[in-house]
């Protein structure tokens, strides 16, 4: 009677197939990397198509008005916020019933990739934070009392004044400040220093109220991260595919990505794709 005996595998065989998993490891891992971030790429894009057309829902029901960015009754102190866009918006994203003293802030206004608030910032709620930034010309942004001077500096704008729309970025993926508050304030963007302030780059031609003499200097395109400080709060961010595309909305709704090559870059698309006629 013969006996059969039953072979394991050998040293050299478990090394053979572990060598091969690695290899396929190796080989596949980069390709499932750049689908997810792929993923996460589109995900953004749809958001900011969705948030695109609650603009255009209010404008309809306002007489073709944009909605405005903040108003002083509506700044949160206490969590160092003003969602006004946000709640004025959320209606039209099946979500009507947000609580601007909680900063609740639907999740289609931030970026997968953006960073949550957590201990050490003003923000603590978990929804209470957002990394969308709106073009101030055309959503202006009021921090203060409103009076008819602010009114005239900074007037609500209607959709069909926008000229050039098609070329002419509305919202974008804002650097977040960390230090104090976690979501971008385009209103109070600060571009190449104090030298632009308060959102007047982005009028066309440009306008500045606080410093004239330093008009004919180029616009700091800003360091593409998070927690720069003041002046980069708001500026366009650009987190995806390994810090390197960002996605923006034009006033005509389309949705495009922008790839980042270097701060000059992002200087002239501030200037030709953001800046806005005045009125």
């Given at each position: 009677m013969s006996v059969h005996r039953k072979h394991g595998f050998?040293?050299?065989?478990?090394?053979?197939?572990?060598?091969?998993?690695?290899?396929?490891?190796?080989?596949?891992l980069p390709s499932l990397n750049k689908a997810r971030q792929s993923a996460q790429l589109l995900n953004d894009q749809s958001n900011f198509r969705q948030v695109y057309h609650a603009v255009l829902f209010y404008a309809t029901e306002n007489k073709g008005y944009l909605p405005f960015q903040s108003r002083p009754?509506?700044?949160?102190?206490?969590?160092?916020?003003?969602?006004?866009?946000?709640?004025?918006?959320?209606?039209?994203?099946?979500?009507?019933?947000i609580d601007i003293q909680l900063g609740e802030i639907p999740a289609v206004f931030r970026c997968s990739l953006g960073i949550?608030?957590?201990?050490?910032?003003?923000?603590?709620?978990?929804?209470?934070w957002r990394t969308m930034a709106w073009q101030p010309r055309a959503f202006p942004g009021y921090d203060q009392a409103v009076t008819a001077d602010l009114q005239k500096e900074w007037p609500q704008r209607k959709l069909a004044s926008i000229r050039d729309a098609a070329s002419k970025i509305a919202f974008w993926e804002g650097a977040?400040?960390?230090?104090?508050?976690?979501?971008?304030?385009?209103?109070?963007?600060?571009?190449?220093?104090?030298?632009?302030?308060?959102g007047?780059?982005?009028?066309?031609?440009?306008?500045?109220?606080?410093?004239?003499?330093?008009?004919?200097?180029?616009?700091?395109?800003?360091p593409n991260k998070d927690g720069a400080g003041w002046w980069a709060n708001g500026m366009i961010r650009y987190r995806h595919m390994n810090n390197s595309v960002t996605p923006v909305a034009f006033f005509d709704g389309h949705v495009e990505s922008r790839r980042y090559n270097n701060a000059r870059q992002v200087s002239e698309i501030i200037t030709k794709e953001m800046c806005i006629n005045r009125h």
């Open positions: 050998t040293l050299v065989e478990l090394l053979v197939v572990i060598g091969i998993i690695a290899l396929l490891v190796a080989i596949l009754d509506t700044w949160n102190y206490g969590n160092g916020t003003n969602a006004f866009i946000e709640m004025t918006l959320a209606k039209y994203l099946g979500n009507p019933n949550q608030p957590g201990e050490g910032t003003v923000v603590w709620q978990p929804s209470a977040q400040l960390l230090d104090w508050n976690v979501c971008p304030e385009p209103e109070r963007i600060m571009l190449d220093g104090w030298r632009w302030s308060w007047h780059m982005y009028a066309d031609p440009p306008v500045n109220s606080y410093d004239q003499g330093h008009m004919d200097q180029p616009i700091d395109g800003g």
